[in-house]
């Protein structure tokens, strides 16, 4: 079927968009930002046999802006800047000899972002009940079961994403009653340190994006903060790696965290090309909306199964009828 919808929905390329890689034996509770090595490797293969080329985000804005009809094409890109993208995912790419990108979030090997959704992860799978009070009002969720420990999750998640950047560390203090120099530890375990991005940047396989200095939602920042975020860590980056960043990833990337404005913002910052992380594939008529470009996520529930009907154009019909 995918036959008759491929010329309408399919495009001329797409853009993945991962977040960490890890080992098939490693027990994972959040499978959303997670794919293990094996299926990594499984999708580089699948593209391969596909005849479709796996390009840097250089090629990438080529054959976006070429005049001329281009052979389709898929760019790899991962967000933040986890270890496991060094020790799991350049291996995968380095034995296909195939490119991949790093949006990097500076805040990660500086070691001042808090990796809320990893510390929440494990507050839910070791409580039984988690319960704190902000302010007025006292929340209070039962983690006793698996699907009790997912809803918390996903409650207490929605609810620390309501946070502007002056109440967020106050905020995850309550939740997770840590003092504030605690909330980094799990960072310094997880992130890439500077001496790991500059070994990725000097990779030939690998180019270096800018994901903000502290991942945060940039719709919930005034204006000057939104410029300082893009631009502070595009600086920071380029000084650490001695190169030019051309290209921004926008934080967690929804249409709630990154909108028109924040689109407009990122046109004056001197970048190629920014991407969202909202599902869809890459058209010709993108050439006018560099700044807003759509990648499609994969994870453990994302797998091949998901990532070709998508690129065929079945689920964007599916997605353009239902709504």
Request: net charge negative; aromatic share 14%.
């Amino acid at each position: 079927m995918h036959k008759i919808f491929k010329p309408f929905y399919a495009g001329i390329g797409h853009v993945l968009v991962f977040h960490r890689i890890y080992n098939e034996n490693d027990y994972v509770f959040n499978k959303n930002l997670h794919v293990t090595q094996g299926s990594l490797e499984d999708i580089v293969k699948y593209f391969i046999s596909n005849n479709i080329d796996i390009v840097s985000l250089d090629e990438c804005y080529n054959r976006i802006t070429a005049k001329s009809k281009v052979k389709r094409f898929v760019a790899f890109t991962f967000d933040d800047g986890y270890i496991d993208n060094l020790t799991h995912a350049l291996p995968v790419f380095e034995k296909y000899s195939v490119p991949f990108t790093l949006f990097l979030t500076t805040g990660f090997p500086d070691h001042t972002v808090v990796l809320w959704w990893y510390l929440l992860e494990n507050l839910v799978m070791e409580s039984n009940l988690i319960q704190f009070k902000d302010g007025d009002n006292t929340y209070s969720y039962k983690t006793g079961t698996m699907e009790e420990k997912n809803n918390a999750f996903w409650s207490i998640r929605r609810y620390i994403l309501e946070s502007d950047e002056k109440n967020l560390i106050k905020r995850l203090q309550t939740i997770f009653n840590m003092v504030q120099d605690d909330l980094f530890d799990l960072t310094a375990k997880l992130a890439m340190s500077w001496d790991q991005v500059i070994e990725l940047s000097n990779h030939p396989l690998v180019t270096i994006g800018a994901h903000t200095v502290n991942h945060l939602a940039l719709s919930k920042l005034s204006e000057d903060t939104v410029i300082k975020e893009i631009n502070e860590s595009i600086e920071i980056i380029e000084k650490k790696i001695k190169k030019p960043v051309l290209y921004l990833a926008y934080p967690i990337g929804s249409s709630s965290a990154a909108s028109v404005r924040e689109f407009n913002i990122t046109r004056g910052c001197n970048l190629k090309m920014a991407f969202t992380a909202k599902d869809g594939n890459i058209f010709k008529y993108h050439t006018d909306n560099m700044y807003s470009l759509p990648r499609i996520s994969v994870d453990d529930t994302r797998g091949i199964t998901f990532v070709d009907l998508y690129i065929n154009g079945f689920t964007p019909f599916l997605n353009t009828i239902f709504g």
